[in-house]
């Protein structure tokens, strides 16, 4: 369970910088609100946090990445950042 955290961290990483990658290649903000709202939905869905602060309550870590998900959802929704 914990190889494939550390994959879908990695994958999830790696489409994150393939969306801001397009957004610069074509020039179209709608490639960074997607890869932030995506990035936040997997926080969401699969929380993770350093491996440095693994000694922490579990709980508040959990609460803590999906509330930061959230927050990324919100950025990818609210902002324009092609403009």
Known sequence: MNEMLKTSFAGRLAVFVAFLALGLIF???IFH????????????????????WDHGD??????????????????????????
Do not use: D, Q
């Open 27 to 29: 020039k179209n903000g």
């Open 58 to 83: 579990h709980k508040k870590l959990t609460l803590g990445s999906r509330i930061a998900g959230v927050l990324a959802v919100v950025i990818g929704l609210i902002t324009r950042f092609g403009v």
């Open 33 to 52: 609100n997607v890869a932030w709202s995506f990035y936040g939905l997997c926080m969401i869905a699969y929380p993770c946090w350093p491996k440095a």
